[in-house]
């Protein structure tokens, strides 16, 4: 049996009420789990690229109001 015939004869709101709830129900957990862990990388990501950027721009400024070439370093 398929899928779509076992859902045949159903009402619509099994199908898109009470399937839905007891999938949410059964794998919730897991749906945080991985929901929290890709927020986390994001944002270690934003924080990575913003430190570095703040690396590029105090030593840009740096280098700009030395006047020099960068050969005192």
Known sequence: MAVRE???????????IAVPVIALAVFGGLITSILGFVLWVLFKVLLFVALVGGLVFVVRKFMGSSGGSGKEW
Do not use: D, Q, R, Y
Request: charged residues 10%.
């Open 6 to 16: 076992i859902f045949a004869g159903m009402p619509w709101w099994v199908k898109w």
